[in-house]
């Protein structure tokens, strides 16, 4: 590689402006990495008495944490909106601090899980060899930064009990505050079973039935690692016609007349997105339907930084992707299937072709 050593832009007077909104960027990694600590610390709940406290006493009450550290990541963190930094005290910078709208938020247990996931160990470390990615084209997430060379994230996940634990609350954490918007997109009301594909927890499933008192069945399927984990989760209270069944996607799913599949398709490339579709296409009843979760990418352009950082996460992690229309449409047609509907930004219908 040729080493760039020309100053291609004059060094005028507000040339370090323009280079600080570079370098702030590569504060980035800093930030991520202070909120995951601070939500891992709980230092929220110490606020949730809305009064202002200093770092000092915080920094008491967490116990074995050094105030002054503190102080700098809470009023770093408090730039961006997280935490309240009270004024500057006699030309000193105030130790005190205060809850803010965002951090209130991290004493949310959906919002916790999905920064502790996130911003944890296993997605921060794997950062490291986003090179790698770029040379081979492979995710590369978990080969290296886990340490034993897993082939995928998949297998890295089912391996290390703690990473999967923080995946499967994070993935709750992060579709939860989903299911109003997708279940106000779904018509339930011709189907008698549903299943959905991949559900871990099966908050989505459930979320469905109490929705739709009139369907007979709904089935969480995921694999065994996972379904065995959900043995751990209060069941007390599910509904009864809810249940789970360990299989993988590839092999064979249920008999049903809808298939949801929330964060499922973009999980995966071409090759593999469609042998989901047809193992599907093999149960599928006559008219039913396959309900994909999924970002439409280009459709709406709300938030679209966020998703195209998501479409790198989903290559450098899985593989996967974020999808457009024709993406969609072409993935369709290749498993025997054809869309009825894109809805909104966030769901694509699909069924079967009958010959
Ligand atoms: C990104 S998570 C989505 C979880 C959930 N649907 C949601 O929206 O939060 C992907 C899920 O697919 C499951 N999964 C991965 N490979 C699978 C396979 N071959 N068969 C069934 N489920 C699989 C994972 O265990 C995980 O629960």
């Known amino acids: 590689m040729m080493e760039n050593t020309n100053n291609q832009q004059p060094i005028d007077k507000d040339y370090y402006k323009r280079q600080i909104g570079l370098i702030e960027i590569t504060q980035g990694a800093y930030k991520a990495r202070c909120l995951h600590l601070v939500t891992k610390l709980n230092v929220a709940s110490l606020l949730a008495d809305e009064k ?15 105030a002054t550290t503190l102080h700098k990541i809470m009023r770093g963190l408090s730039t961006i909106g997280v935490f309240k930094h009270h004024d500057q005290e006699e030309g000193v910078s105030s130790r005190i601090f205060s809850q803010s709208d965002l951090s209130r938020m991290l004493n949310d247990k959906f919002t916790r899980d999905a920064i502790l996931f996130k911003g944890g160990d296993g997605v921060y470390n794997g950062l490291n060899d986003i090179g790698e990615t770029l040379k081979t084209g492979k995710a590369s997430v978990a080969l290296h930064s886990a340490g034993k060379g897993y082939s995928n994230f998949w297998e890295y996940i089912w391996d290390n009990p703690t990473e999967l634990g923080l995946f499967e609350r994070g993935m709750t954490g992060l579709t939860s505050p989903l299911l109003p918007y997708f279940l106000d997109m779904s018509d339930f009301s011709k189907f008698k079973v ?14 469905i ?17 996972t379904i065995d984990n959900n043995k751990k989760l209060d069941r007390s209270k599910v509904d009864p016609r809810f249940s789970e069944v360990v299989g993988s996607f590839f092999e064979s799913v249920p008999v049903a007349d809808c298939y949801t599949m929330s964060k499922i398709i973009h999980d995966w490339d071409a090759k593999e997105a469609k042998g989901i579709l047809e193992t599907i296409g093999k149960s599928i009843k006559p008219n039913g339907k396959v309900f994909i979760y999924d970002l439409i990418l280009e459709k709406d352009r709300d938030y679209y930084s966020y998703r195209t950082w998501k479409d790198v996460d989903l290559w450098h992690s899985v593989n996967g992707r974020q999808r457009c229309e024709k993406e969609y449409t072409d993935l369709a047609a290749s498993a025997g299937f054809k869309i009825d509907a894109f809805v909104k930004d966030y769901m694509v219908i699909m069924s079967k072709i009958v010959n």
Request: aromatic fraction near 2%.
């Open 52 to 66: 202002p406290h200093s770092v000092d006493e915080l920094a008491k009450q967490l116990g074995g944490v050094d």
């Open 194 to 207: 549903v299943v959905d594909l991949g559900g871990s927890q099966g908050v989505m499933i459930q979320e």
């Open 209 to 225: 039935l109490k929705q739709n008192k009139h369907l007979e069945k709904g089935i969480n399927f995921d694999v065994q690692e």
